[in-house]
């Protein structure tokens, strides 16, 4: 079909990567056990969204350019790495904020805050899944084992199998949102608690960040 090959073992591997712990699955975990259930959801979807980008570049060449410019990758890689330093620093920070202080941005008082801290947790998980350079390196190499070089539809093959991927992640990080959320009732009765959750995190995601600066070309 479309030139795929070993659709089952894709599936199967698929599973096997989902259900294995990495750097999404940390992120958004994170984000549940901080912060809630919705804001774990939303943060998978916002890693989905961003997985989307990642199977039309590896579908349409672009994947490939990139892995094979030193310069662009490396500015992808910095990049990624000093987002997710940036927000493990602002989620540190916002612990030692004296409580019931909150910072609004310009032009913000008539928006539900609700909905603002919703979108932008979906652009924070789409970014740190743009910018991760192993990410790309995962399309780039992962894909093509299971398409055929002379199928006449290799770009329709590459999205099929981009679209069984995201909706296998969508729906496990979904459910690691929502079973790690449930930490959070315990934890939001314990406001001390919720504060060193907080701030491990928030170390945890500059961790990541600087694994993600150091990891070798």
């Known amino acids: 079909m479309l030139g795929i090959t070993d659709l089952p073992l894709f599936v199967g591997a698929v599973f096997l990567l989902n259900v294995t712990p990495g750097p999404d699955t940390a ?6 056990v901080a912060q809630g259930r919705m804001a ?23 994947t490939a350019l990139l892995a094979a410019s030193p310069i662009a990758f490396s500015v992808i890689q ?11 620093l602002r989620m540190i920070a916002t612990t030692f904020r004296p409580a019931g202080v909150a910072v609004s941005a310009p032009g913000d008082a008539g928006r539900p805050r609700e909905a603002r801290g919703l979108r932008a ?45 995201i909706v296998m992640t969508t729906v496990w990080n979904t459910l690691v949102a929502w079973l ?9 009765q314990a406001p001390r608690l919720k504060c060193w959750l907080d701030r491990v995190v928030g170390t945890a995601f500059i961790g990541l960040g600087a694994r993600l600066a150091l990891l070798p070309r």
């Open 78 to 88: 910095y990049a990624g790495a000093a987002y997710l330093c940036w927000l493990g």
């Open 40 to 62: 774990g959801v939303m943060s998978s979807l916002g890693v989905s969204a961003g997985c989307c980008v990642h199977a039309l570049a590896t579908a349409f060449g672009l």
């Open 121 to 165: 947790l979906f652009m924070q998980g789409f970014l740190t899944n743009v910018l991760n350079p192993k990410v790309i390196l995962f399309f780039l190499s992962f894909f093509p084992q299971f398409v055929d070089p002379k199928a006449g539809h290799q770009a329709a093959a590459f999205l099929v199998l981009g679209a069984i991927m």
């Open 180 to 188: 790690a959320g449930a930490l959070t009732r315990r934890v939001s």
């Open 27 to 32: 992120y958004i975990v994170g984000r549940s």
